[in-house]
């Protein structure tokens, strides 16, 4: 098979998902708008976004930043040895339902 052609194929099968959305025509617009400034095409620009957008979702899920005061309070509460928490450690010493 040519290069070319082997490239459109698989091409075609990763992008296999369709998104549809509707919208008004003045958010169309404010879109093309932005997707033009940054020359790209308008599904290029949605796609671009909301892969943009649910990366800092996900990472503000798992990172967050603190001063270095907070660091050491968040260090000191990691370190220090847990709270006697005796709803826990009844959890903890139970037979699990699959046992």
Known sequence: MPTIARNIKTAKATRSETISLRAKPNQIALIDRAAEIQGKTRTQFLLDSACQEANDVILDQTLFALDEEKFQEFMEAIDAPPMNN???????????PWE
């Open 86 to 96: 005796e709803k826990l450690r009844a959890l903890l010493n139970s037979k699990s």
